[in-house]
């Protein structure tokens, strides 16, 4: 009996959909393989320029480093649903990981604001 060669596999191809998402001035903020993801952080980065152009416009902490109000506004858009929860004037409901839980006090129980918050108001 004689053996007949196997024939070799086919190397298979991968087909990988990769997005970027850029800010206004091109520079990449986000890649990522999940286009709900990428689609969430494009609409807060759009937010964000629109919360940030409102505060210039509206000279609020008009010596805030370009930098620190990116990061602001980039913060407030991607928390938009629990910043709308404090504007009607109810509770946060911020979530904690169990590891969190362990080292860090209860909402109820944290101070009113952040170092970085504080430092905001004191330049305004």
């Known amino acids: 009996m004689r053996a007949s060669p196997q024939p ?8 990988e959909i990769e997005y970027v998402v850029r800010d206004q001035k091109g520079a990449e903020r986000l890649r990522t393989t999940d286009k709900k993801a990428a689609d969430a952080y494009d609409k807060a980065l759009e937010s964000a320029e629109r919360l940030a152009e409102l505060l210039r416009h509206d000279k609020i902490l008009p010596d805030l480093p370009e930098s620190d109000l990116e990061e602001l506004t980039i913060y407030l858009a991607r928390n938009a649903k629990t910043v709308e929860r404090i504007l009607k004037g109810k509770s ?14 209860t909402v109820a129980e944290q ?3 952040t170092s970085k918050v504080e ?3 004191a330049a305004g």
């Not at 070799?8 to 087909?15: G, Q």
């Not at 911020?94 to 839980?101: A, D, P, Q, R, V």
């Open 111 to 113: 101070p009113a604001a």
């Open 92 to 105: 946060a409901e911020i979530e904690t990981t169990e590891n969190e839980k362990g080292d860090m006090e």
């Open 8 to 15: 070799t596999p086919e190397p298979k191809t991968v087909i």
């Open 119 to 121: 430092n905001l108001r």
